[in-house]
């Protein structure tokens, strides 16, 4: 693939005078700024111009998408951060550059994606090990276009590498807050806490999201009169969830009123409102400056809605709902990767405009160059292809979107390492090795009729899967992604079952729902890091039957810790009888709970379990675990 060096792309004498061209082509007496807003996790339902109904309230992307064409096939490259902002920046997938995980943040510095060396024997794959930094040698968006003479400014979320690697060093000539990481940590309100010891404090109680449209507002006043590309890469509405206390209670209210609403989180809604606001400070400021004639806005999220987390504060509903569409963030279907999208170019765009042409991440670097009338730079590889026929009601340039995501993200989030193509109305996915024998196994959607994707059409329609996984194979390895392969290692006696791992002297089976253990003698082990974010005391609770013998104990784990104290052991009366029984245990967890283990006997013999529940100190189920395949 060949790549544009900065020595190189210094070299370029002709993009001053295409700048000076798109200018005249709008009848502008200088080029359009550009504005790039990415959210983060915010899904596609989570916007008034995407579902009028929500009770998320979005006043300012209303606005925006009355002056926008508003796209209903707009794709990321990825269900996850770190690669899909790859591909907006450089115009190629994560494939072809190996950023497949939100790794930026991490102090191994990676260039090249390669797959581990080895694995644990309960994993199936060898899964690709993701690049951690945006290569240096890939020509970004910020580059190309302050080569033409703008002033590039980054506000927000990075998480594509640390210095070197950092907007600084990659075409901006302004970042804030400069950080590496996935955003702040405990709270967006100031006291902020970010992984490197930054000079960047805010007020007692000032919103992070506040101060960084302060920050973005300040850098369009600066440079009004001249062309600037602004990237607002707002933090929100990524984890950790919370927001300004008087928006979370107004939203307890308003859900409380509206029981029928599927997006019912106080927290998220607060933390969405706070993103419209600042959207809103944005416009306002482009239009006071009578700059909103003569700039383009770009509003488009990262990856879909966390759907399958409740927290914060045990409100016991899901962060956001993505419905109709299935999954979200980490998952390969469509409520992973189908995003809110709205395009304002003043004088061309169908102002409310609405169109169903298929767009992916990909496309951005393209697009724009071709918006401003600037051409990619010679030698510049480019997966993307321009969307402005679309964007001027003249055609739809692809009729194919791609998604590469290798990685398993366990049973919670429901993603194995897996690929898709989607094709007009049809989407097959691939997950690699996951049939019988190590196969493949399929997933064949019509997206017309199914857009929820219930019904799996891989048996009926063998021809239609055999002509999409060709496509699908062609792509990947023009691309050159680095696939997963089975595990030499892998022992099925020890798969992960309902996030539950055979840890010792057990193996398993399932018959009619029941999870079925043989212990051959010494301590016998399970346990899961999959757990709810609970807060303090929880109750584990075991249905089962055991003909084995010794102490049954429970254990809980905090975040981060890879095993299990023995000092945190907690005993379960049971009489291993070989009759059915039901036992408990109150674990004292101090903190977050970050994972539970179970040892049903210290002896040979045969155990049964039909579920394991976890309650929190007030009694309410938090997750149950049925053992059903």
């Known amino acids: 693939m060949p790549d544009l060096s900065r020595r190189d792309f210094l070299r370029l ?41 929500t009770v998320y309230e979005t006043p300012n992307l209303a606005r925006l998408a009355a002056r926008s064409l508003r796209f209903t096939q707009a794709y990321a490259a990825n269900p996850l951060c770190s690669p899909t902002r790859s591909s907006v920046l450089t115009g190629l997938y994560p494939a072809r550059i190996g950023i497949t995980t939100p790794v930026g943040h991490v102090p191994e ?8 060396e080895k694995a644990g024997p309960e994993r199936k794959l060898l899964e690709p ?22 002033r590039c400014g980054h506000f927000g979320k990075w998480h594509l590498g640390a210095e070197p690697y ?16 996935p955003g702040p940590a405990g709270s967006y309100v100031a006291p902020w806490k970010f992984p490197e010891k930054l000079h960047f404090t805010g007020e007692p109680g000032e919103h992070l999201e506040d101060r960084m449209a302060s920050d973005a507002v300040a850098f369009v006043k600066e440079n009004r009169e001249r062309p600037f590309y602004l990237n607002y890469w707002a933090f929100s509405v990524h984890s950790p969830w919370g927001g300004k206390p008087e928006l979370i209670e107004y939203y307890r209210r308003k859900i409380a009123a509206h029981p029928e609403s599927l997006q019912r989180h106080p927290v998220y809604a607060a933390m969405v409102h706070s993103l419209d606001q600042n959207i809103g400070r944005l416009l306002d400021c482009l239009d006071e400056q009578n700059l909103t004639g003569n700039t383009i806005v770009v509003f488009f999220s990262d990856n879909g809605g966390v759907h399958w987390v409740n927290e914060p504060d045990g409100y016991g509903v899901p962060i956001t709902s993505n419905a109709p569409l299935r999954g979200g963030k980490a998952t390969i279907y469509e409520g992973g990767t189908r995003e809110p999208c709205l395009v304002s170019w003043p004088g061309r765009t169908r102002a409310g405009g609405v169109t169903d042409a298929m767009l992916s ?4 670097l393209p697009t724009v160059l071709q918006m401003l009338a600037l051409k990619p730079p010679e030698g510049v590889k480019l997966d993307g292809v321009s969307q402005v026929p679309a964007l001027l009601g003249q055609g739809q340039p692809r009729d194919t979107v791609y998604c590469f995501f290798p ?5 919670n989030i429901g993603t194995v390492p897996s690929a898709y193509v989607h094709r007009g109305d049809w989407k097959l996915i691939r997950c690699f090795h996951d049939g019988p024998d190590k ?6 959607y019509n997206l017309r009729d199914d857009l929820g994707e219930t019904s799996n059409l891989a048996e009926r329609e063998p021809g239609r899967v055999k002509e999409l996984d060709a496509l699908l194979e062609a792509w990947l390895t023009e691309v050159g992604a680095v696939r997963p392969v089975p595990n030499p290692a892998y022992d099925p006696n020890t798969v992960l079952l309902e996030g539950w791992r055979l840890i010792r002297n057990l193996t398993m089976s399932i018959k009619d729902g029941i999870l079925v253990l043989e212990a051959s003698g010494g301590l016998a082990t399970i346990a899961t890091f999959q757990v709810p974010a609970a807060k303090g005391e929880v109750t584990l609770e075991v249905r089962m039957k055991s003909t084995a013998s010794g102490p049954v104990n429970a254990f809980w784990g905090l975040p981060g810790e890879g095993s299990f104290k023995a000092e945190r052991a907690v005993p379960m009366a049971f009489p291993h009888d070989g009759e059915w029984h039901e036992t408990a245990a109150k674990l004292p967890c101090p903190g977050t709970l970050g994972g539970l283990r179970f040892d049903p006997a210290n002896a040979p013999g045969h155990i049964e379990i039909d579920w394991i529940r976890l309650r929190d100190a007030e009694g309410k189920q938090l997750r149950v675990w049925e053992f059903a395949r």
């Open 407 to 411: 990685h398993t993200m366990g049973p």
């Open 439 to 444: 196969a493949h196994r399929y997933e064949l």
């Open 13 to 53: 004498g002709t993009a001053s005078a295409a700048l000076a061209a798109g200018g005249r082509a709008l009848g502008q007496n200088r080029p359009p700024n550009l504005v790039f807003i990415l959210a983060d996790d915010l899904g596609w339902r989570d916007t008034s111009p995407y579902n009028p109904g």
């Open 129 to 150: 090990v993701s690049a951690t930094r945006l290569k240096l040698e890939y020509t970004t968006l910020a580059e190309v276009l302050h080569s033409a003479g703008y």
């Open 361 to 364: 991440s990909v496309d951005w």
């Open 166 to 181: 950092d907007p600084l060093h990659q075409g901006f000539d302004v970042d804030l807050p400069h950080t590496s990481g």
């Open 109 to 116: 510095e990676i260039l090249a994606e390669v797959v581990q």
